[in-house]
């Protein structure tokens, strides 16, 4: 088990341009999760999908961001017509459901998005 | 809507003392705390968690304390080393997300 990657580590974009963050959970996991932090701050909750089903959206994640987990299994998340705002660590978790065990996350090293 | 302050933001220690790290959240109703280690442009280690319905736990030189009724969690390093410098970050779990504070970044130095 090499616990949860996260591709690329780095991107630099220029402002408009569309970009795709791919996520590969623990594999017997089957809560994913996605956050964003800027620096100096914590990171911040975006979204979460228990097997394929995107059970919760928070507000940050506007029009232009989508997050997919077609199969249950690797997660994407595409952020559409980037803006300098946009620019942060995208950081991805998984975890197993709570109530049969500690519901522990576990975070992968992240994707730094720098958009010029 | 759940708020985490982390005090204090910054923290610079001999090596070889014991410090304290401090949470406080606003809201009690929490499943559980996770105390997270994060390196400079890194992801999130997890540290140690505790469940709502624990006082402590303890992971080696690292012990976490929760009192659910006053929204308070402490991390508490002892012995501290060059190698724990890193930035401390709490969390608290709502329903399915965690609510992050803003960190300590903690120096130890020689």
């Known amino acids: 088990d090499t616990g949860v990657s996260q591709d690329p580590r780095h991107k630099i974009t220029k402002r408009g341009q569309n970009v795709t963050f791919r996520c590969d959970p623990i594999?017997?996991?089957?809560?994913l999760y996605w956050y964003r932090q800027t620096l100096g701050q914590g990171p911040e909750f975006l979204t979460y999908?228990?097997?394929?089903?995107?059970?919760?959206k928070s507000r940050l994640l506007s029009d232009r961001f989508s997050a997919e987990r077609p199969k249950g299994s690797f997660s994407t998340l595409e952020i559409q017509r980037t803006e300098q705002g946009d620019s942060a660590m995208y950081l991805c978790?998984?975890?197993?459901?709570?109530?049969?065990?500690?519901?522990?996350?576990?975070f992968g090293e992240g994707s730094r998005l720098t958009v010029l | 809507k759940q708020e985490v302050t982390q005090i204090p933001a910054a923290l610079s220690v001999p090596e070889g003392e014991n410090l304290v790290l401090n949470c406080s959240f606003t809201?009690?109703?929490?499943?559980?705390l996770q105390w997270f280690r994060q390196d400079p442009g890194k992801g999130l280690t997890s540290l140690l968690l505790?469940?709502?319905?624990?006082r402590e736990q303890t992971s080696g030189r690292l012990n976490a304390s929760l009192d659910k009724s006053s929204g308070r969690s402490t991390l508490y390093i002892a012995a501290s080393q060059p190698g724990d410098s890193a930035t401390y970050l709490c969390?608290?779990?709502?329903?399915?997300?965690?609510?992050f504070g803003t960190g300590t970044r903690l120096q130890v130095t020689l």
């Open positions: 978790a998984s975890s197993l459901p709570t109530g049969t065990n500690t519901g522990e996350l576990f």
């Open positions: 594999s017997e996991h089957n809560r």
């Open positions: 999908f228990q097997n394929e089903a995107q059970l919760e």
């Open positions: 809201d009690s109703a929490i499943y559980n």
């Open positions: 505790i469940q709502s319905s624990q």
């Open positions: 969390a608290v779990r709502v329903a399915s997300k965690l609510t």
